[in-house]
């Protein structure tokens, strides 16, 4: 199973994009890379999901290299709405298991 | 149309009761999925249902317990409550496998005491 590693926090400004980078070394073949929202007592949020190179929804984008070691969350022009915490999850479809997250805040 | 629903939204037990936590899955998803979230942590997997069947379970003692229904629909029964249970626990469901996109309903806030 691919352990992640994410920041614990960052901070971000309205309009700026911001980045998030999730290290998985131990990636194996078959496993996705997928991300998710969670705003205080609520449930997460499917952000987006992929498995090489580029994927982009309304939403986000989600870079990955050719090693696939690590992906890069990218928010676009983030609000103050878009403070929450940010969860990478790496595995196959029989297993994918959430880290502690990266808590992102947004500053007027 | 509907998100995933769980109920009760809040529940407070005491150690030694049982108790059984509810999910409906957005319609047409045959994967059920239970977490258990305690403050300032990211989920735990619990337990997996694809089309009424166990297809995973996480690191979770024997007191911890659920099924699937014909209509999708899933519970999640915890024996012999703990203090150690008090978290939020979340159902999500999945049209895939529980590697896929998976949609989180509200959770149900267990406070044991």
């Known amino acids: 199973l691919a352990k992640t590693t994410q920041p614990i926090s960052m901070d971000s400004y309205e309009g700026q994009e911001v980045n998030i980078t999730c290290s998985h070394n131990n990636i194996a073949t078959n496993d996705y890379i997928t991300w998710y929202q969670q705003f205080p007592s609520q449930g997460p949020r499917f952000i987006i999901q992929?498995?090489?190179t580029k994927v982009t929804n309304e939403v986000a984008s989600l870079f990955i290299p050719a090693d696939r070691k690590s992906s890069t969350l990218s928010l676009p022009r983030v609000s103050l709405s878009d403070t929450a915490v940010y969860y990478c999850?790496?595995?196959?479809?029989?297993?994918?298991?959430f880290g502690a997250g990266t808590r992102l805040t947004v500053k007027p | 149309d509907a998100g995933v629903t769980q109920s009760p939204t809040h529940l407070i037990k005491t150690r030694g009761q049982q108790v059984t936590l509810r999910c409906s899955p957005i319609s047409g998803h045959k994967s059920v999925s239970w977490y258990q979230q305690v403050l300032g942590q990211g989920p735990q997997f619990i337990f997996q249902?694809?089309?009424?069947?166990?297809?995973g379970r996480g690191n979770f003692p024997d007191r911890f317990s659920a099924r699937q229904f014909p209509n999708y629909s899933s519970e999640l029964n915890v024996n012999a409550l703990l203090l150690g249970d008090s978290a939020l626990y979340l159902c999500?469901?999945?049209?895939?496998?529980?590697?896929?996109?998976?949609?989180f309903g509200p959770g149900t806030r267990l406070t044991v005491t």
């Open positions: 999850l790496v595995g196959d479809e029989d297993d994918m298991r």
């Open positions: 999500a469901s999945s049209f895939w496998d529980r590697g896929r996109e998976q949609y």
């Open positions: 249902y694809y089309e009424k069947e166990e297809r």
């Open positions: 992929g498995y090489k």
